[in-house]
């Protein structure tokens, strides 16, 4: 067949129709890069809280009631109670347990609301056994003191929040993108703000009619609930709790409609508007989800959540169980993330390059912007670290570790800047540095432990570390030189390299020096994919970069990450029990003041130093 009949056609409309728009960066990025990296860090949150939540579990006394007393292990705490079914039914107890007279059986109450009320059960049930041991226990009967109704409540709590945030999501995403995006690649936006009104006037009437359609979306949702739950599944669901629900709802609404606003206005045209949808629709759900999981409970450190904390207060109020101060804490702190939000909002769509749409990678990199550049260099390290360095760790941690840091990350920061035709010394920042900064180096670095250890300190108030979470991280048969050269010295050369040189070097260059660092210490922090050493490992990231900027080169801050990591593998090899104590006060402000006192004045082209 000739190439012009249909099929050789066919494959050039195909061809030319690819180059297009496998030529648009946004197209790859959340074609490949959202996709790859998306769900490693979902999956990795969540499978680090739930470990979180059962290890707190399993240390939680529960309380039980049992008739006759029998001998309780140590995580269960017997309760006096006169009528066992009642006790859990009112939240009393977690379980209870009746010994029959003729002692061959039991019967067994718990209230399937409850995770800590299964469980009870289940440590109750052993405790059954080992009294069985001693009596002639042949059966065990448990019963669910929960009805059917409130076990449809129950079920209906866990599942609306996110549900009703769905239906937000939906109701404004694409309102957004037209009014905002669309407008924009018509040119009727261009047409409006050539006009004396303020042109955040115009933004904000904009962000008031996504409002006014995520604000009726959840009204008309929560009335639909409202209505399905009492007619269609038979539950008493009292009006009040549903208007209340819709209450917690409305400074929801506000933060979405912010957020879909800021995203549409972000988006160039509408084709990448409409890239964004995966993210901005998976997001929120993922952290909405916690309702749906039996094991996270509000809290007043859970209710600061963003999203996530609105969503168990609505699930609380919704089951009928929900105390007013948490559910309050809840509504004002999302409020606080809606006014932040919209403030950002604000900033963001008074700048002429967002609202016009001339903000593509060619102009930006002109400007001398390379700060997404920089995000897309930490996403491809965290990718390459989470399939790669992890999966040869997981073979071989020792040379899994080498292969990381010199196969991986190191190449990663050299070939960076010489990808976007940035001077690589320059960028790196890798250059000598006055002996005055070397020992300042030497001095923070001895004291660094201490900082680290405080900052985990304060973060374990909030979220508690597993006690088996470093347990077999590092070889303890390996002898202290390979340890000390495979995670300290590999580590302090590498991942500075990437960090304090590649990302602060590419970051900077719109940004002040000191925000480079901040915004430095939080990819550092995010990069080591665990939620347990989020804090420490970026309060460690933020004094590293205290350091490169006071010595205007990456190589003091080597020395200092070096001994921090060396400190722990010594005391590892040498069994030191390292805990958080007062005498790390010392060495920390020690640290402080090596950090604040000034340096040799050096020339450098580094703006703002």
């Known amino acids: 067949m000739s190439a012009r009949g249909p099929l050789g056609l066919l494959a050039r409309v195909v061809a030319a129709e690819l180059r297009q728009h496998l030529r648009d960066p946004l197209t790859l990025v959340f074609m490949v890069v959202v996709p790859l990296f998306l769900y490693p860090v979902l999956g990795m949150l969540g499978n680090r809280l739930v470990q979180t939540a059962l290890a707190e579990a399993d240390a939680e006394v529960l309380a039980v009631a049992v008739e006759p007393a029998i001998e309780l292990p140590d995580n269960l705490r017997g309760v006096p109670a006169d009528d066992l079914a009642e006790a859990v039914r009112s939240g009393k107890v977690l379980a209870a347990a009746r010994v029959t007279a003729a002692g061959d059986g039991a019967d067994v109450w718990w209230d399937s609301r409850s995770p800590d009320s299964l469980d009870a059960r289940g440590r109750l049930g052993d405790a059954l056994k080992e009294h069985r041991k001693a009596t002639q226990i042949r059966r065990v009967d448990a019963e669910d003191t929960m009805t059917e109704a409130d076990r449809l409540r129950e079920m209906a709590a866990r599942i609306l929040p996110a549900l009703l945030l769905f239906t937000l999501l939906s109701g404004g995403l694409y309102t957004a993108l037209d009014i905002i995006t669309g407008e924009k690649e018509r040119g009727t936006l261009e047409t409006l703000l050539s006009t004396a009104v303020d042109r955040r006037v115009v933004m904000g009437g904009k962000f008031v009619v996504v409002l006014c359609f995520t604000g009726s979306t959840a009204f008309f949702s929560i009335l639909s609930s409202w209505a399905s739950a009492k007619w269609a599944m038979g539950l008493e669901l009292p009006m009040g709790t549903a208007l209340i629900a819709l209450g917690l709802f409305l400074p929801m609404a506000v933060l979405l409609s912010a957020i879909l606003c800021v995203a549409a206005a972000w988006a160039q045209d509408f084709k990448s508007g409409q890239v964004l949808t995966t993210p901005l629709l998976v997001m929120p759900l993922a952290m909405a989800a916690v309702s749906l999981l039996p094991g996270f409970a509000l809290t007043p450190a859970s209710a ?287 640290a402080v003041a090596a950090l604040v006192v000034p340096g040799t004045t050096v020339r450098s082209a580094e703006p703002g130093l």
């Open 304 to 590: 600061m959540v963003p999203i996530a904390g609105l969503a168990l207060a609505t699930r609380e109020v919704l089951a009928g169980r929900g105390e007013p101060l948490t559910v309050g804490l809840a509504f004002v702190a999302t409020c606080g993330w809606a006014a932040l939000t919209l403030a950002a909002g604000a900033r963001m769509m008074g700048r002429e390059d967002v609202v016009m749409g001339t903000r593509g990678s060619g102009q930006r990199r002109l400007r001398g912007d390379y700060r997404l550049d920089a995000v897309g260099v930490w996403a491809v390290a965290f990718l390459l670290m989470w399939f790669l360095g992890q999966t040869a760790q997981s073979v071989e941690v020792r040379g899994g570790m080498v292969f990381t840091q010199l196969g991986l990350l190191a190449p990663l920061a050299v070939i960076a800047p010489w990808w976007l035709g940035l001077p690589i010394r320059e960028t790196l920042r890798w250059r000598a540095a006055p002996p005055l900064e070397w020992f300042r180096a030497l001095i923070v670095g001895l004291c660094m432990p201490a900082v680290g250890l405080g900052a985990h300190w304060v973060q374990s108030l909030l979220l508690t570390t597993p006690s088996t979470f470093f347990a077999g991280v590092f070889p303890e048969d390996a002898p202290l030189w390979q340890l000390v050269v495979c995670f300290a010295v590999l580590p302090g050369l590498c991942e500075e390299l990437l960090f304090r040189g590649a990302f602060f070097g590419l970051w900077r260059t719109r940004a002040s020096p000191w925000m480079a660092c901040v915004v430095t210490a939080i990819a550092f922090g995010m990069f080591h994919l665990s939620i347990f050493r989020f804090l420490s490992t970026g309060v460690l990231g933020l004094v590293l970069g205290v350091i490169s900027l006071r010595s205007r080169s990456v190589m003091p801050g080597m020395l200092a990450h070096t001994l921090n990591n060396a400190f722990f593998m010594v005391a590892m090899a040498y069994g030191w029990d390292v805990q958080p104590s007062w005498l790390m006060v010392l060495p920390i402000a020690l």
